[in-house]
């Protein structure tokens, strides 16, 4: 079964409509307040308020990305939402199938949606169903997605509204957030939560059929946003230090299964601050391969200083010969990798708003972006 899905690009409710003028009038002037003084009226490239293109024109977080059937799907906490800058609401679908150009499906769960979602987790298909596995109300909870695109159900097939009965992953140790599953080449799977929690996950996939365990890594402290992979033979779990503009990620490996043993390389730490190119706390992201080139690339959030206002960027992945991660330079000039050419080219995204301005100007300054976020809802 392909899992390729129709298309819906993201409508608001008509009670908003309104508003519609006098949120565009508003928008607008915010968007040329938003721009330098002296490109007030256009906005270029060379207009950025900073050196880095993110990958998608949102301010969002905790990204995972995930190929299927040719289609790049990212799945995104959103930042921002509602009326203040640190307001965090429902996550976001955004897909692509060239990693060039990108395409808006809105929200996965509805707008009014009181439950709090953070980090999505890769969707799991079992049968004929799609399992995935966010936070919610700060517990990993299982559930359904209609299609890949959303929206999410519960695990009776009903839509969720608020008022749905959930039941959260039966975590006992660690802490029970930010989840993601790995499946491994005979077809088991795994889950790895913040903390360093992992367990083999049950048939079922809302339980677990063995003991859950911490991953005894080398550097100890405050760990959330884990991901596990597997390349040649070899396991790799990565892991989170720090927390805000000090984020870090290390990692570790083993030769033997996704449970361990665990051996730290002697240069374990993948990523952290770079202030010469202003990318500041890499954190929480996602390991994907290009099925074309069997190239892999690393997803992640940079949280930015001063306030959450995060974004998200990716940078290419490279093994030495004895299969160890080489630390990854984070230049902040991945977006629009054309992975299956293996060249990097200047993003075009297409932007969700239908407005001219909008479309030029949700590319570039975290400003803008801001803005853009502010009244997103009001527009059609």
Known sequence: MRFQESRRWFTTRSTRSFHRSLSLVSLTACLIASLPAHSQGQVS???????????????????TITEIDNIFYCYATTDGYGSTPIGYGPGVIWTSQDFVSWSFHGLIMPEDQKDKYVAPSTPVRKSEKLYLFPTINHQVTPVLMKTLQGPLLDLTGQSL???????????????SIDAEVFTDDDGERYMVWAQRGISHLGKDLVSFDGPQKV?????????????????????????TLGAYENYEYAYMMSRVSPLGPWTAPEDDVLMKTNHANKIYGPGHGSVFRDSKTDKWYFAYLEYGRGGASR?????????????????????????????STGRREKSEHRCPYNSLVLQTACQYSREVRSCVRTHRNLLA
């Open 311 to 339: 974004q998200v960027f990716v940078e290419e992945i490279h093994f030495n010969p004895n299969d160890m991660i080489h630390p990854l330079a984070l230049t902040g000039s991945s977006v629009g990798a054309s992975l």
């Open 161 to 175: 509204d608020g008022n749905n009965t959930l039941t959260a992953m039966p975590i006992t140790v660690a802490k």
């Open 45 to 63: 490239p060379s207009s950025q308020t900073s050196p880095q293109r993110p990958l998608i024109p949102d301010m969002i977080a905790d990204p």
């Open 215 to 239: 991953v005894a890594t080398k550097r100890q402290g405050y760990s959330e946003g884990p991901f596990l992979f597997k390349r040649a033979g070899i396991y790799y779990y990565l892991y």
